[in-house]
């Protein structure tokens, strides 16, 4: 069983900058809940129960948002608002979370690597704060869990992408003749500049064994001089097999600024409160 997560939170977000200066990438709004919210939900509806946020020092907001605010509740609870007492309370669904810092920015690897306490011998997952999935059947990461729980080994989750994108993702070469939909990889490759091997793109969501700590911890710095998740999971393949899988439902890549925008839009839409106010709204400026 997959109960633990870690979730990498410590990095600069300077592709959203300036406001990244002051409010951590993985805080900025989705309507009225951060992004980082969604994700915790995701994991939670996935079967996690604990969750390790590998925080910078700076990211005390991140820390805030999950814990009770009594003065807050107090505040509420004098104006009768118990509708938003409920809302504040349950920020974490129920998750126990903890937190650590990355001291240095060295890379997504180097994310990872610090949460090898937290995660004991245990197979664990890990979820990336900028991309958001929203499934109609059954939560991104249970999908991936449900695939290790078949194959007891690594799974990392997929989506194809266009040519033209595959210089921003870990992309996957599958072995051949491997069939769908778990398919068994025989290589990764972070960032390939050029003609990519294929265009599966590893995705935000991974179910990892414990082993590949052995392998961060002496991982040499790669693609854009940073310590690579990809490149250790390339050599965990030397002792175990990896699998990719394409995961249902729609991904929001909201770490760009389009992809944030049309989460905001897409999520109002879902929304009782908000959806006819919203489709009036955008009906009326199309017209314009
Ligand atoms: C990271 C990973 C990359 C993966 C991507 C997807 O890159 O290193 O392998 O494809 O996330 O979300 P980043 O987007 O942080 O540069």
């Not at 990461?141 to 799974?155: D, F, G, H, P, V």
Request: proline content about 5%; some cysteine; overall charge negative.
């Amino acid at each position: 069983m997959i109960k633990k997560a870690v979730i990498p939170a410590a990095g600069w977000g300077t592709r959203f900058l300036p406001i990244t200066k002051a409010v951590p990438k993985e805080m900025l709004p989705i309507i009225d809940k951060p992004a980082l919210s969604y994700i915790v939900e995701e994991a939670v509806n996935s079967g996690i129960e604990e969750i390790l946020i590998i925080i910078s020092t700076n990211k005390g907001a991140i820390s805030s948002y999950f814990e009770r605010n009594s003065d807050l509740e107090a505040f509420l609870a004098e104006k009768n608002k118990l509708n938003d007492i409920e809302l504040i309370k349950h920020t974490s669904y129920g998750a126990k979370i903890f937190y650590t810092i990355q001291e240095e920015q060295l890379g997504l690897g180097h994310a990872v690597l610090q949460a090898e306490k937290f995660v004991g011998n245990e197979p664990f997952a890990v979820l990336l704060g900028d991309d958001v999935y929203v499934s109609k059947t059954e939560p991104a990461l249970k999908q991936l869990i449900n695939a290790y729980n078949e194959k007891k080994s690594t799974i990392l989750g997929t989506l194809e992408v266009p040519d033209s994108d595959t210089k921003l993702y870990g992309i996957c070469i599958p072995k051949d003749n491997t069939s769908k939909p778990i398919v068994e990889l025989k290589g990764v490759v972070e960032k390939p500049q050029g003609k990519a091997p294929s265009n599966s793109a590893i995705s935000g969501r991974y179910v990892l064994t414990p082993r590949i700590f052995e392998l961060l911890k002496n991982q040499t710095r790669g693609a854009g001089g940073e310590i690579q998740l990809t490149d250790s999971i390339l050599r965990l393949m030397d002792s175990e097999k990896v699998y990719s899988m394409d995961m249902q439902g729609k991904r929001y890549d909201i770490g760009s600024k389009i992809g944030y925008i049309e989460a905001i839009i897409d999520f109002a839409l879902e929304r009782e409160d908000l959806s006819q106010d919203l489709t009036n709204l955008l009906i009326n400026k199309l017209k314009d």
